[in-house]
């Protein structure tokens, strides 16, 4: 299928005029400290680059993080020269929130590109600013034939693979950004908040994989400061920081945000922390998470708000943005034959069930960051995700998981699609009745891909209740396989504007694209 026109981007100077071309482990501060040049002028300096996210028809979040108490002010305009620009007035920016904020901003033009612009501003005299950071991103169309292409994947500086300047860093940021994308959806793993970046690990072949490092990746995370490092390290990169400049992200969290397969009410038996509680951990963590990006309702903000969440995309699109870690029961063998809580908690059931009811878009899509019929252990007899590799009828967190599809398929709600990451590989799956021990759903297709930046693992046994066929598989043959020496893995959603039909294809950096699936709209089933 061939792409639509696309809406040119922008001119390297307007995205990158606010933004460091040099290498990462150069080109910014160290964290918490001031850059020099703006240190002696006293004035704000915004080196972390902006992010936008949770783009909509009229709406999106501008991010940005200052150096220092600072007003936030947002420009936009429909064109590079900011003539006739609107100004948005965004919150101060201090120690209690890292000095990073988000303006929302509202009435946007739909199907536009916008130009913003972010100044921060001393707070004592609004004359005396830094040097401004620019972006773009483009507002959902309102016109079903504008069409809709998104990218999505997961896992970030995974396994000890962060930052190598060597290679260039997260190149693949640099070539999802060449793609164009509407959004990018991040399926969780934004940061491995339980991994340590050492300077340097030696691969199997003898080649030296060389990372940037800072204190706060040189332990577990704990403290909200070392969670907050850990937000901040993978903005290092001018890569991630050129992408963030034009690709708006919808972000949502999986487990090693706060640690390895963690779930609530959980307490460590890790002689690496001096804090077990993991519900302490995790405080820290949302905090941190709610700081970092521009989520439209950050879990654990003053106001309340939460991971999961609708983001409409116009006519052809509602994304279904999942949270399986918050409302999760205990990691167990998963044998229970009641099971209300499951993965995602009654309540989130209830609002997915309610706000797939009212969807009408043309495709949902479900934005979850564990897959559903992959068995994923944890530990010798405990599971981590859904599946529990007994093949039979639905029992655990399954359960939960075969109301959700019966609802869908007796409601007739049509065109959902399953989208993942977590695992460490790609692959294709396609679930159908015919093959299932639980029979009263409606076929549908789930998608996995990633990671962006770790260690790639071999695959996952499939579970057989929701009768998974496996149509396609990249995975390799020992853990733990270093980004040198496999590509990153990526995928991308298109959906025709003419026909309606979803394309998804599995991709891998260097710009090959590894299997391809075309989905027709209208159907409950695929």
């Known amino acids: 299928m ?71 002010v947002v420009e936009t305009s429909a064109t590079e020269s900011f003539r006739r620009a609107r100004t948005w007035h965004g919150p101060l920016l201090g120690a209690g929130t890292d000095f990073t904020g988000t303006t929302p901003l509202y009435g946007l033009p739909p199907g536009e590109q916008v130009h913003y612009r972010v100044t921060l501003a001393a707070p004592d005299d609004p004359r005396r600013t830094g040097e ?4 773009t ?18 896992d970030i500086a995974g396994q000890g693979w962060g930052i190598n300047p060597d290679i260039g860093g997260y190149r693949v940021y640099d070539e999802m950004r060449r793609l164009d994308p509407d ?20 691969l199997p072949d003898g080649r030296v994989w060389h990372n940037v490092t800072t204190e ?39 487990d090693h945000e706060v640690r390895n397969n963690w779930y609530p009410g959980q307490i460590l038996d890790d002689a690496r922390y001096t804090e077990k509680n993991v519900d302490v951990l995790a405080a820290r963590s949302t905090q941190a998470f ?54 995602l908690g009654a309540e989130q059931l209830a609002w997915l069930k309610r706000e797939l009811s009212k969807s009408r878009a043309v495709w949902k899509v479900i934005a979850a960051d564990m897959p559903l019929g992959l068995v994923v252990a944890d530990g010798a007899t405990n599971f981590e995700a859904v599946a529990q590799g007994d093949p039979g009828a639905p029992l655990g967190r399954e359960l939960q998981i075969a109301e959700l599809l019966r609802f869908i398929k007796h409601r007739r709600i049509t065109g959902t699609v399953w989208l993942t990451a977590d695992v460490h590989y790609t692959s294709a799956q396609h679930y159908a009745p015919e093959r299932a021990a639980f029979k009263d759903f409606a076929p549908f297709w789930e998608f996995v891909t990633g990671p962006l930046a770790a260690g790639q693992f071999p695959s996952n046994a499939l ?23 496999t590509p990153a893995l990526f995928g991308e959603v298109d959906i025709d504007g003419d026909s309606g039909e979803l394309t998804v294809r599995l991709r891998e950096q260097g710009g090959s694209v590894l299997f391809r699936k075309v989905l027709q709209p209208g159907r409950v089933g695929q």
């Not at 991103?137 to 997961?154: H, P």
């Open 2 to 72: 061939p792409y639509r026109p696309r809406i040119p981007s922008p001119d390297r100077r307007t995205v990158l005029r606010g933004s460091l071309v040099a290498t990462a482990a150069l080109a910014l501060p160290a964290a918490g400290a001031a850059a020099p040049a703006f240190a002696r002028s006293g004035r704000p300096d915004a080196a972390w680059g902006v992010q936008v996210g949770d783009v909509t028809s009229s709406s999106a979040l501008v991010w940005v993080r200052s150096d220092r108490p600072a007003r936030m």
């Open 132 to 135: 401004p950071v620019y972006g």
């Open 137 to 154: 991103f483009r507002t959902a169309s309102a016109r079903r034939r504008d069409g809709v292409r998104f990218l999505w994947s997961g």
């Open 183 to 202: 959004f990018f959806l991040c399926s969780g793993d934004n940061i491995y908040a339980d991994g340590v970046i050492e300077p340097s690990v030696t």
């Open 216 to 254: 706060e990746k040189a332990k577990v995370a704990e403290t909200l400061a070392e969670y907050r490092g850990n937000f901040r390290y993978n903005l290092l990169d001018d890569n991630l920081r050129r992408f963030n400049a034009q690709v708006p992200s919808v972000i949502q969290w999986d």
């Open 290 to 343: 709610g700081e970092y990006f521009p989520v439209s309702a950050p879990h654990g903000s003053a106001g309340g708000g939460r991971v999961h969440r609708v983001v409409r995309h116009g006519p052809l699109l509602d994304l279904f943005v999942l949270d399986m870690r918050t409302f999760r029961n205990a990691n167990s063998p998963g044998r229970r034959p009641d099971d209300t809580t499951g993965i």
């Open 463 to 485: 579970d057989g209740t929701f009768g998974p066929d496996q149509v396609f598989v990249q995975a390799p043959d020992r853990a733990n396989v270093s980004p040198m020496e």
